[in-house]
């Protein structure tokens, strides 16, 4: 694994790099920090008033959990119900592919209007921009099942819900969990959405609340927290992919024979 | 037209598979393939019957037919002397393609119909499921695979698959066998290394076997009947009886009475083919 070393390496040198010469940069220019602020000088900021930031990111990882936790339950059920047949597969991914082109952003004021300003709408925006990835991998999934596959199943007499347990829902875990990083970092992107727009709390808030009186490093000091974060998750969820679906991750495995 | 009451058709009690008049059209309209012309088959029971024929002959339709995949358009088709579908018989099939699953080990692939057919299935699901493993150790070791039985299948070559497949299609006694050119994506030897397994299978469990192929060897060595078919539309045009002593060997097949067999099979097939202009 000396080639994996090395590319590991390699992505550290490059993020390093990238805060060195932003850091360097702004020194030689003599960038104001009202402008953009020295990484350092954010770093200064983040540890400072970590505090007063710290209920504020709770919040945040807390609606995009709930989120996504209901995106899960959701896309499972539209993914399976529409991935069942054929037919319901042709017939729903025209609508499908209609409201996941919607730009999200726009609906956060609807649920605003039905929910009033607070968690409950960026909940519902998280949902709905992590439903999307997971319905459309869940019903690909079970749609393109071998079918000689469903006719050995069948020619055993096996129950529609036989097919689905031991066939359907297994041979799809990999497509899920794939969709699950997209959808996990989808439902942070909403989440923080919904917090600029309406709330009174979250990072979201937090930075629209900073940059309305310039205090320009605590913007970027939720910029990187939202980093963080949103590495911190992809970073979760890859790994439980990883154990759960080895199977079809077989490239550095060999056939014998 | 004429307008006389169908009599209830019966099946032949001494036959355990029986297609008659059965005839299979695709789709509707324009697009519509004649895929089988009134056919008629008798399988006895334990019987080993090979469909060879030019592709388009309609014989994996049949072997559809019988498995109840699809009904047919017209005609009977009688398992165990009932309606096909009605009628409480294992069906094990393999095909082509071994369509293992890929995330359970070579044991709990074999053990899959084992999980869904009754009366395994209660003996899988209550505290006998060494039964189960037991069943399934004693078909690998028949096979040769009881050594690799918890490599997963993209570990294996083709024909430890296609064992594997062969292990699956007949873990739960099955009375009626369904096999859908299961060799055909094999190399020679693996293939004919095969048909020795399959042989033996068949002589130990006695299923009643319907082995649709395109190598009029494989049918000559494996079958006790050849059923050579023709294309558009499918219908069986002659049975030849294969009476070659078993257990048969490869050397058999160089035999010139087994040489003579597969190059009538082969003339009939290219006199049944249709004529160049009407092929696309």
């Given at each position: 694994?000396?080639?994996?070393?090395?590319?590991?390496?390699?992505?550290?040198?490059?993020?390093?790099?990238?805060?060195?010469?932003?850091?360097?940069?702004?020194?030689?220019?003599?960038?104001?920090?009202?402008?953009?602020?020295?990484?350092?000088?954010?770093?200064?900021?983040?540890?400072?008033?970590?505090?007063?930031?710290?209920?504020?990111?709770?919040?945040?990882?807390?609606?995009?959990?709930?989120?996504?936790?209901?995106?899960?339950?959701?896309?499972?059920?539209?993914?399976?119900?529409?991935?069942?047949?054929?037919?319901?597969?042709?017939?729903?991914?025209?609508?499908?592919?209609?409201?996941?082109?919607?730009?999200?952003?726009?609906?956060?004021?609807?649920?605003?209007?039905?929910?009033?300003?607070?968690?409950?709408?960026?909940?519902?925006?998280?949902?709905?921009?992590?439903?999307?990835?997971?319905?459309?991998?869940?019903?690909?999934?079970?749609?393109?099942?071998?079918?000689?596959?469903?006719?050995?199943?069948?020619?055993?007499?096996?129950?529609?819900?036989?097919?689905?347990?031991?066939?359907?829902?297994?041979?799809?875990?990999?497509?899920?969990?794939?969709?699950?990083?997209?959808?996990?970092?989808?439902?942070?992107?909403?989440?923080?959405?919904?917090?600029?727009?309406?709330?009174?709390?979250?990072?979201?808030?937090?930075?629209?609340?900073?940059?309305?009186?310039?205090?320009?490093?605590?913007?970027?000091?939720?910029?990187?927290?939202?980093?963080?974060?949103?590495?911190?998750?992809?970073?979760?969820?890859?790994?439980?992919?990883?154990?759960?679906?080895?199977?079809?991750?077989?490239?550095?495995?060999?056939?014998?024979? | 037209?004429?307008?006389?009451?169908?009599?209830?058709?019966?099946?032949?009690?001494?036959?355990?598979?029986?297609?008659?008049?059965?005839?299979?059209?695709?789709?509707?309209?324009?697009?519509?393939?004649?895929?089988?012309?009134?056919?008629?088959?008798?399988?006895?029971?334990?019987?080993?019957?090979?469909?060879?024929?030019?592709?388009?002959?309609?014989?994996?339709?049949?072997?559809?037919?019988?498995?109840?995949?699809?009904?047919?358009?017209?005609?009977?088709?009688?398992?165990?002397?009932?309606?096909?579908?009605?009628?409480?018989?294992?069906?094990?099939?393999?095909?082509?393609?071994?369509?293992l699953?890929?995330?359970l080990t070579l044991r709990d692939n074999v053990m899959l119909p084992l999980?869904?057919?009754?009366?395994?299935?209660?003996?899988?699901?209550?505290?006998?499921?060494?039964?189960?493993?037991?069943r399934v150790h004693?078909l690998h070791?028949?096979?040769?695979l009881?050594?690799?039985a918890?490599?997963?299948?993209?570990?294996?070559?083709?024909?430890?698959?296609?064992?594997a497949s062969l292990c699956r299609a007949l873990v739960?006694?099955?009375?009626?066998?369904?096999?859908?050119?299961?060799?055909?994506?094999?190399?020679?030897?693996?293939?004919?290394?095969?048909?020795?397994?399959?042989?033996?299978?068949?002589?130990?469990?006695?299923?009643?076997?319907?082995?649709?192929?395109?190598?009029?060897?494989?049918?000559?060595?494996?079958?006790?009947?050849?059923?050579?078919?023709?294309?558009?539309?499918?219908?069986?045009?002659?049975?030849?009886?294969?009476?070659?002593?078993?257990?048969?060997?490869?050397?058999?097949?160089?035999?010139?009475?087994?040489?003579?067999?597969?190059?009538?099979?082969?003339?009939?097939?290219?006199?049944?083919?249709?004529?160049?202009?009407?092929?696309?």
């Amino acid at each position: 694994m000396n080639s994996q070393l090395r590319r590991r390496i390699a992505s550290a040198a490059l993020i390093i790099g990238f805060f060195v010469a932003w850091e360097v940069l702004c020194l030689a220019f003599g960038i104001k920090d009202i402008v953009l602020p020295r990484p350092s000088q954010i770093v200064v900021t983040l540890w400072q008033r970590l505090p007063a930031i710290w209920p504020h990111a709770l919040q945040t990882v807390h609606t995009t959990l709930v989120g996504f936790a209901l995106g899960i339950v959701v896309g499972v059920f539209l993914g399976a119900l529409i991935g069942s047949s054929k037919l319901a597969y042709d017939v729903a991914y025209p609508l499908l592919i209609g409201f996941s082109s919607i730009p999200k952003v726009a609906v956060v004021p609807i649920f605003v209007l039905w929910f009033g300003a607070g968690t409950i709408p960026a909940v519902l925006t998280a949902m709905i921009l992590c439903v999307f990835p997971i319905v459309v991998n869940v019903a690909t999934g079970l749609a393109t099942t071998e079918p000689e596959l469903e006719d050995v199943m069948r020619a055993l007499k096996a129950s529609k819900l036989d097919i689905l347990m031991n066939v359907g829902l297994p041979r799809t875990m990999p497509y899920f969990f794939a969709s699950l990083k997209v959808a996990i970092t989808q439902a942070f992107v909403g989440t923080v959405i919904a917090e600029t727009v309406a709330s009174n709390r979250g990072i979201g808030n937090l930075m629209m609340i900073a940059s309305s009186s310039f205090d320009v490093p605590l913007v970027f000091a939720g910029l990187l927290i939202l980093a963080v974060l949103g590495v911190a998750l992809y970073v979760i969820f890859s790994f439980i992919e990883d154990r759960v679906t080895g199977w079809a991750h077989r490239k550095d495995e060999f056939a014998m024979g | 037209m004429m307008h006389t009451p169908i009599p209830q058709a019966q099946a032949r009690l001494d036959a355990f598979v029986e297609l008659q008049q059965v005839t299979h059209t695709y789709g509707r309209g324009d697009k519509q393939v004649h895929a089988l012309d009134a056919t008629d088959l008798r399988i006895e029971k334990g019987d080993f019957i090979a469909l060879v024929g030019p592709s388009g002959c309609g014989k994996s339709t049949i072997l559809k037919l019988v498995t109840g995949l699809i009904s047919a358009s017209s005609g009977y088709v009688f398992v165990a002397g009932r309606e096909v579908g009605a009628e409480p018989v294992r069906v094990g099939m393999a095909f082509q393609n071994p369509t293992l699953l890929p995330w359970l080990t070579l044991r709990d692939n074999v053990m899959l119909p084992l999980k869904i057919v009754a009366p395994f299935r209660q003996e899988y699901r209550s505290k006998r499921r060494t039964e189960s493993r037991d069943r399934v150790h004693a078909l690998h070791a028949q096979v040769g695979l009881a050594d690799i039985a918890d490599k997963y299948p993209w570990q294996l070559s083709g024909g430890m698959m296609q064992r594997a497949s062969l292990c699956r299609a007949l873990v739960h006694e099955p009375q009626l066998l369904m096999l859908d050119e299961p060799f055909g994506a094999l190399d020679q030897f693996t293939r004919e290394e095969l048909w020795g397994i399959m042989q033996d299978l068949w002589m130990t469990h006695r299923p009643t076997v319907l082995l649709v192929t395109h190598d009029l060897k494989e049918a000559a060595y494996l079958a006790n009947r050849i059923c050579v078919m023709q294309a558009r539309p499918g219908r069986i045009i002659e049975e030849s009886i294969v009476t070659f002593p078993r257990p048969r060997t490869i050397a058999m097949s160089y035999d010139p009475d087994f040489v003579t067999l597969t190059q009538r099979l082969r003339e009939l097939i290219m006199a049944s083919r249709p004529p160049k202009e009407t092929m696309q």
